[in-house]
DNA sequence: ACCTGAACACCGTTCAAGT
DNA sequence: ACCTGAACACCGTTCAAGT
């Protein structure tokens, strides 16, 4: 990439956190493109598509979740690390508002740019999932994709002013219907000493 | 309301229905004007807001779905009116594509033409939410808004194309949740007869 | 190679002018 | 009273013209 590019690339790209950060996942183009300075074409060069900007914002993130999920499987409970995961994937999906429904539409949609994070987290989780049925630790009529809905429907109350002050809490209500008996109860006590 | 404006506005609505049946809750009111024949002003004028045209959409459902929750509340064990309740209140959500989150975004705004239906709703479901409590068969630390919350989260499912068809599953699953151990048992009962 | 911005086809919303 | 549609200020997306 010829330097000029690779500057307008990282300008637009942090110009577009900020952006982002303030209006959401479906914040105008233009402005991102006003904001900082170039032509709108230039935009659309680096990124073609909306989902292809917000790919390069999330990557980062989707990595790191990714790791931290190998680190759990290593060295945390079977419950534990899947619920921890959970709170994390949540956490990733929050960290601009409205991404939810951009990465749940990727999921089936092999031509998105947001297609392959989406996946990575699907698998992850579902490994994490896998483990904890194994050990008899989480419900077995749940699958991958069960969690990856679960995750997002969580995120998605996170956005909505009226119900996010109930998010987590709810979080905890999700989680506790994922694990089976004992699981449940020992993440119910963790929760009220919390 | 003289003849002709009412003729416009049995046509509106006719036509609002079918549009937002195809296109959802965000479908373009222009072009709903367009496919009624009518001016654009005419629209505005029989509904300032997008909200207004859903309440007018809705209204029946909600009013229909309220009544059956008397019924429910006096012909039904709590737990399981609360269940049906549930069932009924995510189908009123997806009678329409992403009205999920105009409904959700009323609750907090009196001034939405949306405000009454939503408080209807979330007033039906504590009422019958407290009721099961309080014979002990749905769990203590869940509040009317979180009921709606978890209702508002399902629809939402049902409105994802990679999601909906676990959608159903997983209103099972929080039912789980929300209810407490015997009961909880007796619906995971009756759905694996299902 | 890369950048620019006008052009096109859409929106939601308002409001002066008509009947 | 009620209706109409032009006008305004925005979009997303494309692409000919420039450097």
């Not at 170039?38 to 979740?65: I, K, M, Q």
């Not at 619920?83 to 749940?104: D, F, H, M, P, Q």
């Not at 995120?155 to 999700?174: E, F, I, K, M, T």
Request: proline share 2%.
């Amino acid at each position: 990439m010829r330097a000029d590019a690779r500057k307008n690339y990282e300008l637009l790209l942090s110009v577009a956190h900020d952006v982002v950060t303030e209006h959401g996942a479906d914040a105008s183009l233009r402005d991102i493109a006003r904001k900082a300075e170039v032509g709108l074409g230039t935009l659309y060069r680096h990124f073609p598509t909306r989902e292809s900007l917000l790919e390069a914002l999330l990557r980062e993130d989707v990595d790191a979740l990714t790791a931290e999920s190998v680190r759990l499987e290593e060295s945390r409970a079977s419950e534990e690390a899947l619920i921890a995961w959970l709170r994390g994937c949540v956490a990733l999906n929050n960290e601009y508002r409205g991404v939810t429904s951009l990465l749940t539409a990727a999921l089936e949609d092999p031509e998105s740019a947001l297609y392959n994070s989406c996946v990575a987290l699907h698998d992850t989780g579902s490994r994490l999932l896998a483990r904890a049925q194994a050990e008899g630790m989480a419900r077995a009529d749940v699958d991958g994709t069960d969690l990856f809905a679960l995750v997002a429907a969580l995120a998605w109350l996170h956005d909505q002013p009226a119900l996010a002050p109930r998010a987590d809490h709810l979080l905890g209500v999700v989680s506790s219907a994922l694990l089976t008996g004992e699981a449940a109860y020992a993440v119910g006590q963790e929760r009220s000493r919390a």
